[in-house]
T-cell receptor, first 116, second 115 residues
């Protein structure tokens, strides 16, 4: 069964460093998402991406964050200058189609980011 | 605006007890989708069920059942004869049929099932 994959599973970085989290969505999916879950808290929406552009973003997704689909398979989240409060689990998700049929978003296993 | 409320922060039961996890949602859309996800200690999000706003039929899947009531904006989840392996955090979530179809999650209910 197709699945969303994420690499790395755990990333440790120093405050102020740039990190790139990678995701490979399911191949025929059209919508892509990043979510964040700070330890012990709820899953929060960061950004949705469709047709090679951001379709919606949350207040969390400030100028320090960016997303990119550099080729036909990868979907990346970049944090330019990490802060301690960026430590969280980051989930990538993808969905097949949109208008009139919000199919289930399939979530990847997550990347645990630890900022020291 | 979308909102999902899971008022129960933690529930503790003894194995074989039935347990119901509550979920109340708010939305202005007439078309929306409701979900339940399980998050075991390993951290991944495991999809359990999706319901669209036009389908109020309750569903049963093995020991799991879901009660969707639009009149009270609730989508409750019952585990019958709970088992230790059911111990996890359970999230209720809502997605509207607009914009980027983002999913809004509730705060989660941590379920402890004791042997």
């Amino acid at each position: 069964e197709p699945e969303v994959t994420q690499t790395p599973s755990h990333q440790v970085t120093q405050m102020g460093q740039e990190v790139i989290l990678r995701c490979v969505p399911i191949s025929n999916h059209l919508y892509f998402y990043w979510y964040r879950q700070i330890l012990g808290q709820k899953v929060e929406f960061l950004v949705s991406f469709y047709n090679n552009e951001i379709s919606e973003k949350s207040e969390i997704f400030d100028d320090q964050f960016s997303v990119e689909r550099p080729d036909g398979s990868n979907f990346t989240l970049k944090i330019r200058s990490t802060k301690l409060e960026d430590s969280a689990m980051y989930f990538c998700a993808s969905k097949f189609q949109g208008l009139g049929d919000a199919d289930t978003q399939y979530f990847g296993p997550g990347t645990r980011l630890t900022v020291l | 605006a979308q909102k999902v409320t899971q008022a129960q922060t933690e529930i503790s039961v003894v194995e074989k007890e039935d347990v119901t996890l509550d979920c109340v949602y708010e939305t202005r859309d007439t078309t929306y989708y409701l979900f339940w996800y399980k998050q075991p200690p390993s951290g991944e999000l495991v999809f359990l069920i999706r319901r669209n706003s036009f389908d109020e039929q309750n569903e049963i899947s093995g020991r799991y059942s879901w009660n969707f009531q639009k009149s009270t904006s609730s989508f409750n989840f019952t585990i019958t004869a709970s088992q230790v392996v059911d111990s996890a955090v359970y999230f209720c979530a809502l997605s509207e049929d607009t914009g980027g179809f983002k999913t809004i999650f509730g705060a989660g209910t941590r379920l402890f099932v004791k042997a």
